[in-house]
């Protein structure tokens, strides 16, 4: 009752495309997250959903019915807005029990469900209260009480941490996921944090430029990552990317080198490539030893620290003339690095150190299309580059 | 000035503090404008207050005045005569009149804020082509002068114009003496600065709040009359007073599209018209019908203006 299908659905708006033939498959009790970049046709996609906009194409199915064409009031969801969104005119109770008294229950049943809600979401003692009277997070709470006491089989939500300060907002997460096991509906998530999709969700839908991207487990964006795009907004900080080419003996740019096979990935040497490689796999030479699979040691010169506590960030330069592009927003810098070590590493601002990356967490994408070509080169380094290179590829 | 001001002499304060009275008073002002500007603000409420309030007072003046007297008046009355506020009643049905005017004014200011509710909705909210040419049409319409329409509008009312449809050919209904041919006028007049003053605030109510109602239940009209109206309420009331004010003041179509008979729906104009005779011009009972004819509506805007004022200042939305 709670699976949501969207088929083919487009949204133009004059000359602007929104959403670009989206085929989604939500099932009943799934937390879903549409993730993506301001603009992206995200909120879009799920006012479609909602009803609050018709799709110019496609169809919509909530449960068996299609609803492309049917009012919001008539699809069984109830939504959650960014700025909250309560009726500045009426109590919490009103506020809560707006949908239901519109459908005409009876008196008792209101109390009932609204006393229920109200429990769920711990707003007990603050019915008679105005929204204006509440704070951010428990009129945060307020709306979903009002999303959640009419029973409806989908919840959508519209980035309803987004007006929360940063505390607030982690703790109405686990509130969140806490409120989806007890109910066990379906939640259609928007948001563009990244971490939030990656931390809430049953699965991710990836969304760029009004197109579907990747819709997998959030695991499976953040270690295959479809494609460019994907790789580099799952993530933070974000995937280090280096333009370079195929060889025969493997990947090659202008700094950083790393052997394989292309025959066994299925490339032809001249493909140019991308690589990614996220900070976290990135290894200092002393390190080397938890590596499994390691690239060839890497020289750099360490340029910015960034110590988060649990985890420094550190910056590395590859050539003398690296420098950071401020106008580059696509992240490939073939001169840089970033590199995630422990807390306790014994480390400097601009420090000669050699580095080695983890041969196995390696991501290599077609440059033209941005399409993911492995994820991953699973043999030992074979320092004469023969043949027997095997690579783990999906997709 | 100078002349005032003694000669500095040996032990003698500062000159500045040796000025005449005005000297002083500038002087002061210059350093305390404050009371300057209350000064000026008491000054200019006394100026308002008499303009608005001296009509008042004359009509109270004619109206204790017996009408034998009336002549040469000053400021005060020429006798006290407070049973003219009775004869008005006995002479002409003044109460019937006013209701013909509550009536019409109700009516119209209902119909104006539903189709200017309608109208503020779709220009406030709504984005579709020409919506800049048809507000523009609109302000256009407002601005024709009402003599513009009354013959065309008075050949329709009254039953002279036929419309043929093919074979058939149907006269439009002989309305004179009913309502309809003052409430159809009045609201097409009044509706223009109802849909402006709707639509400024109808376009404020953030798009959520809407979408909300909409995702709660309601369709699109149930979300404007349930949630967008009553935030809107000062606006709303603004709206409906200022409509209701302007028809129970009309003249034109008031006193064109009736023979100014109590039972013809003439309202309060023509009731205080109705007291010129042949022979006398009771100018005391015209004024006390004037006096009575005012009182309801000045109640209306002093309720209805405590309630605008509180509804502006409480700035009813955040977000």
């Given amino acids: 009752m709670g699976d949501v299908t969207l088929e083919h659905v487009s949204k133009h708006y004059d000359d602007v495309t929104a959403v670009d033939d989206m085929n989604l498959d939500i099932e009943d009790g799934e937390f879903i997250c549409l993730v993506g970049p301001s603009g992206c046709g995200k909120s879009t996609t799920m006012e479609m959903i909602a009803g609050l906009t018709i799709p110019s194409e496609g ?13 919001p009031k008539d699809r069984g969801v109830a939504m959650v807005f960014q700025n909250i969104a309560l009726f500045p005119h009426m109590d919490v109770y009103d506020n809560i029990s707006f949908g239901l008294r519109l459908r005409n ?211 590395l330069k590859l050539s003398e003339s690296a420098e950071t592009d ?49 994820h991953g080169i699973e043999t030992a380094v074979q320092t004469s580059g023969a043949p027997g290179t095997e690579a783990e590829s999906d997709d | 000035m100078a002349s005032e001001t003694p000669g500095a002499g040996i032990g003698s304060d500062d000159p500045d503090t040796e000025q005449g009275p005005l000297g002083r008073w500038v002087d002061s002002a210059i350093k305390n404008p404050d009371r300057v500007y209350r000064a000026m603000f008491y000054v200019a409420m006394l100026f308002f207050l008499v303009t608005t309030l001296f009509p008042f007072y004359w009509l109270l003046v004619l109206a204790l005045t017996p009408n034998n007297l009336i002549a040469n008046m000053g400021l005060v009355p020429k006798g006290f005569n407070p049973e003219v506020f009775i004869a008005m009643f006995e002479r002409v049905p003044f109460h019937l009149y006013m209701f013909n005017s509550f009536v019409l004014g109700i009516t119209t200011t209902v119909l104006v804020l539903l189709i200017a509710s309608l109208a503020g909705y779709v220009f406030g909210r709504l984005r579709f082509p020409g919506k800049g040419v048809l507000m523009l049409g609109i302000l256009a319409i407002s601005y024709f002068p009402p003599a513009a329409f009354l013959i065309p509008l008075f050949e329709l009312f009254t039953g002279n114009t036929a419309i043929s449809i093919g074979m058939v050919t149907i006269s439009t209904p002989d309305l004179f003496n009913t309502p309809a041919p003052m409430v159809f006028p009045f609201s097409a007049l009044f509706l223009p600065l109802s849909i402006f003053i709707l639509t400024t605030f109808y376009g404020q109510i953030p798009d959520g ?61 023509a009731g205080i018209l109705k007291y010129q005779g042949q022979f006398d011009t009771p100018y005391n009972l015209m004024a006390a019908a004037s006096i009575v004819g005012v009182l309801p509506v000045a109640i209306l805007v002093i309720i209805a203006q405590e309630r605008i004022v509180s509804g502006l200042t409480a700035g009813a939305l955040k977000e």
Avoid at chain 1, 59 to 71: A, C, S
Avoid at chain 1, 240 to 251: H, I, K
Wanted: net charge negative; with cysteine.
């Fill in chain 1, 105 to 315: 229950y009876d008196k008792e049943e209101i109390e009932r469900r609204v006393e229920r809600a109200a429990e769920i979401v711990q707003l007990q003692g603050m019915l008679e209260r105005m929204p204006d009277e509440m704070s951010g997070g428990q009129r945060q709470r307020v709306a979903i009480a009002r999303a959640i006491v009419r029973n409806p089989g989908v919840f959508l939500m519209d980035e309803p941490l987004a007006n929360l300060d940063a505390k607030l907002r982690v703790h109405m997460r686990t509130e969140l996921q806490r409120l989806h096991k007890e109910l066990d509906t379906t939640i259609i998530y928007v948001t563009h944090d990244q971490a939030e999709a990656m931390t809430m969700s049953d699965r991710i839908a990836v969304i760029d430029s009004g197109q579907l991207q990747q819709i997998d487990p959030p695991l499976v964006c953040y270690n295959e990552p479809a494609n460019l795009f994907v790789a580099g907004f799952i993530g933070s900080p974000s995937m280090n990317f280096l333009d370079g080419e195929v060889t025969a003996d493997g990947f090659s740019s202008t700094n950083i080198d790393v052997e394989f096979d292309p025959a066994d990935l299925g490339i032809e040497a001249g493909t140019d490539v991308t690589m990614g490689i996220r900070p976290e796999d990135v290894y200092l030479v002393d390190d080397e030893a938890l590596v499994s699979n390691p690239s060839r040691r890497i020289d750099a010169v360490t340029d910015v620290l960034e110590p988060m506590g649990d985890e420094i960030f550190v910056y």
């Fill in chain 2, 209 to 269: 709040l809407e979408d909300a109602a909409r995702v709660e239940g309601t369709t699109r009209l149930g979300a404007l009359f349930r949630v967008i109206v009553p935030l809107s309420a000062p606006g709303v009331a603004t709206a409906g007073v200022l409509t209701f004010i302007s028809v129970y003041n009309e003249f034109f179509f008031s006193f064109l599209m009736n023979n100014g008979e109590a039972d013809s729906w003439a309202p309060i104009v």
């Fill in chain 1, 326 to 374: 401020l106008e580059d927003t696509s992240g490939v810098a073939n001169d840089q690095l970033l590199m995630s070590v422990a807390p306790d590493t014994d480390i400097e601002e601009d420090e000669d150190v050699t580095v080695v990356l983890d041969r196995s967490r390696v991501h290599l994408f077609d440059t033209a299309t941005g399409e993911a070509i492995s």
């Fill in chain 1, 59 to 71: 169809k919509v199915f909530i449960g068996d019915r299609e609803v492309t064409n049917l009012p």
